[in-house]
């Protein structure tokens, strides 16, 4: 830490935190009696408290989201730059970064075309949502109107994005939720067996299949789309099985049901490419992402459609309602698109996608070693830097550890200077997987001291 503050100055910042600050997802029963972590400083994969302690962070800022690491310069400058020049004109106009970014980011994306900005992910869910509804009314009078979602799958924490919404516990006592929105299953192969019916063999087909079987239900005329993430993130680091997206892409197709994929998490090189659905071979019609997208730099979403997607919405000019009657004041911001720019530079320039892939696969072999070494861990999954490791008390049923000695595992690693995750709040029963996923810049060195940490966890917290 370069100590700006001194101990006068965090005293009194940790009490204005206490008198006035509801942090996120958090209980504060025990801040009457112990102080908030405050972080104050970060550089590359690593952040500083209050106290001047030290941090290898292993989750990106908590929630998949510092891709790129602290401290970017380059970054802070690009978004000074663009302030100073012009820092806000709403969305209706356009701005040269929001261009810049946009022209740069279809690159990456072939086949889709249009870039759509807003401030987080669930509000560029919920432009998603709002688009499968205005088309079932422009095109279906008003029939396709319906919105899939997974069982697990998590689109975000306004009431809109929790209708979608596949945990229980993120949804309970927030309801009644908008309707029109129906749950698949999920296709989680490690708990396949809790599924009736579900087949040893070709699972990934089956788990496919149960889609249709819900489309078939409600009726095919009714489902306007389908919205998945391409690895289920906080809903317990969910890798697809094989043959699944092949087959969920023909369903789509077969019913005319848009393919909308959640890329909040997987987004911005995350899984080892640019975009986790480009694993699989999956042709989108609208995409949606968020947290990478400047590593948290700025706050900026988007929603990415293809041509087919937005031609719909100029086809009739003489209809005044013709076209996307939506806006997002934040999403006019310059400081975003400015940031994302510089963001994507940095993934190209240090190779950032081949790293997180090479170090995704070392992640994999450590924690594949202390499987061996631990039997509390069930599975262990992942994609490029988005890993998991689900801890069970009995490898035979399967049956998850209790949340509480889960979260011992993180409190264990926290005391050694390690962040890591856990599912939270996610599924009844199942916040049982730890989760990592270290920035993109990650080297050997702090994979190494991740899974070791992991492991003296393990040792202490299960003997
Ligand atoms: C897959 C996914 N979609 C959407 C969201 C919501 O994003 P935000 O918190 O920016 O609204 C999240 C947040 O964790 C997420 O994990």
Redesign the pocket.
């Known amino acids: 830490m370069d100590g700006t503050f001194n101990e006068n100055d965090i005293s009194r910042i940790v009490e204005a935190d206490k008198s006035h600050i509801w942090h996120h997802l958090s209980q504060h029963k025990p801040y009457e009696t112990s102080d908030p972590r405050i972080i104050v400083e970060g550089k590359g994969m690593r952040v500083w408290d209050q106290a001047g302690r030290e941090f290898l962070d292993a989750v990106s800022g908590g ?2 989201t510092v891709n790129v690491g602290y401290g970017r310069e380059s970054i802070a400058n690009a978004v000074r730059d663009q302030l100073v020049k012009l820092n806000y004109f709403a969305g209706s106009a356009g701005s040269i970064p929001g261009a810049l970014f946009a022209e740069k980011l279809i690159s990456k994306m072939p086949g889709m075309s249009r870039v759509y900005y807003t401030n ?4 560029a ?1 919920e432009k998603a949502f709002k688009m499968v509804r205005q088309l079932s009314h422009a095109k279906y009078g008003g029939k396709k109107y319906k919105i899939l979602y997974r069982d697990r ?5 306004t009431i809109g ?1 929790l209708s979608a919404g596949g945990q229980d516990e993120r949804n309970a006592q927030y309801g009644p939720f908008a309707p029109g929105f129906v749950r698949v299953p999920h296709c989680m192969e490690y708990r396949a067996f809790e599924q009736d019916g579900a087949p040893v063999e070709n699972y990934g087909e089956w788990a496919a299949d149960q889609i249709e079987q819900v489309i078939l239900r409600e009726g095919p005329e009714t489902v306007g789309a389908l919205c998945l ?1 391409p690895v289920t ?2 809903g317990g680091v969910i890798t697809p099985p094989q043959g699944y997206w092949d087959r969920v892409q023909e369903i789509c197709a077969k019913y005319e049901i848009l393919l909308h994929i ?1 890329e ?2 997987c987004g911005m090189g995350r899984t080892g490419s640019w975009f986790g659905y480009q694993q699989y071979g999956v042709k989108p019609d609208m995409v ?1 992402m ?2 990478g997208v400047a590593s948290g730099y700025a706050a900026i ?1 988007c929603l990415v459609t293809t041509e087919g997607v937005f031609d719909k919405f100029k086809d009739n000019p003489s209809d005044p309602l013709n076209y996307f009657r939506d806006i997002s004041t934040f999403g006019g911001c310059t400081a975003g698109p400015a940031a994302a720019l510089e963001n994507l530079r940095i993934i190209e320039d240090e190779n950032l996608i081949d790293n997180t892939t090479a170090m995704g696969a070392r992640m994999m072999e450590n924690l594949a070693e202390l499987m061996d070494k631990h039997s509390i861990i069930g599975d262990v999954r992942g994609k490029g830097l988005f890993v998991g490791a689900e801890l069970v008390s009995d490898r035979e049923s399967r049956a998850p550890v209790d949340e509480k000695l889960a979260q011992a595992v993180t409190a264990d690693c926290m005391a050694q200077g390690v962040i890591i995750g856990v599912t939270n709040r996610s599924v009844p029963g199942y916040n049982n997987t730890l989760c990592f996923s270290p920035a993109l810049i990650s080297t050997k060195d702090d994979i190494d001291q991740i899974t070791q940490a992991v492991d003296g966890a393990l040792g202490r917290v299960f003997g």
């Not at 987080?120 to 509000?123: C, I, Q, R």
């Open positions: 929630v998949w987080s992910g669930s509000e869910n799958d998590y689109h975000g924490t994005a993430e993130a906080g959640d909040v998490v949606t968020a947290k979403a």
